[in-house]
Nanobody
Framework: QLQLVESGGGLVQPGGSLRLSCAAS????????IGWFRRAPGEERQAVSC???????NYVDSVKGRFTISRDSAKNTVYLQMNSLKPEDTAVYYC??????????????????????WGQGTQVTVSS
């Protein structure tokens, strides 16, 4: 059974940093790409970033240069390092796993409909 568990959310001031973690179990990295998504209050869930099984990364424009996705295969964990946070980054952040998305993730961040497994989410609040 594939499981994803997010952690690392919290309250941070504008300009601050947080690192989210997505701990995975029940699958091998070679078979899946991992994506990060977020749902802001009153809005639909939107893609943020992805990393495929080859380690290729992609980001949406609104977070490029501020967020970094990385993967520690030994720990079966994917991270989202978020720097220079803004109030508009406030959202519940989710990680997701999807199979056969390597080529998608190489070119753009795949939409949520292409992912098979989801974590429960972690709240990030950026406020002074």
């Amino acid at each position: 059974q594939l499981q994803l568990v997010e952690s690392g959310g919290g309250l941070v001031q504008p300009g601050g940093s947080l690192r989210l973690s997505c701990a995975a179990s029940g699958f091998t990295w070679d078979d899946y790409s991992i994506g990060w998504f977020r749902r802001a209050p009153g809005e639909e869930r939107q893609a943020v970033s992805c990393i495929n099984s080859r380690g290729t990364r992609n980001y949406v424009d609104s977070v490029k240069g501020r967020f970094t996705i990385s993967r520690d295969s030994a720990k079966n964990t994917v991270y989202l390092q978020m720097n220079s946070l803004k109030p508009e980054d406030t959202a519940v952040y989710y990680c997701a796993a999807g199979g056969n998305l390597d080529d998608y993730c190489s070119n753009y961040v795949p939409p949520q409909s292409l992912y098979d497994y989801w974590g429960q989410g972690t709240q990030v609040t950026v406020s002074s």
